[in-house]
Nanobody, 116 residues
Framework: QVQFVESGGGLVQPGGSLRLSCAAS????????MAWYRQNPGNQRELVAV???????NYADYVKGRFTISRDNAKNTMYLQMNSLKPEDTAVYYC??????????WGQGTQVTVSS
């Protein structure tokens, strides 16, 4: 069964950095595109970044130049390096397949809070 476990969130001051990790229990992880999403209470889950099986990346406009998505296929793990964090980045962050691939089995997510 596909399973995703997110970690690395926490409380950080504006301008700070965090690195999120996503451990994926999925066969042939290297063959799949993966994505990071985020959600605040009362809001829809929004797409943050996508990385293809070949390593190509795509970012939402509101994180371009600040966030970097990467993956380590040997460890079945994906990462999100977040720099220059802003209060509006505060959210629960989730990993899963991209929207076009039919995300499923959402994990618990990891809370990121950006506040002074």
């Amino acid at each position: 069964q596909v399973q995703f476990v997110e970690s690395g969130g926490g409380l950080v001051q504006p301008g700070g950095s965090l690195r999120l990790s996503c451990a994926a229990s999925i066969n042939n992880f290297r063959g799949y595109a993966m994505a990071w999403y985020r959600q605040n209470p009362g809001n829809q889950r929004e797409l943050v970044a996508v990385i293809t099986s070949g390593g190509s990346t795509n970012y939402a406009d509101y994180v371009k130049g600040r966030f970097t998505i990467s993956r380590d296929n040997a460890k079945n793990t994906m990462y999100l390096q977040m720099n220059s964090l802003k209060p509006e980045d505060t959210a629960v962050y989730y990993c899963n397949r991209p929207p076009y691939a039919g995300p499923q089995n959402w994990g618990q997510g990891t809370q990121v809070t950006v506040s002074s």
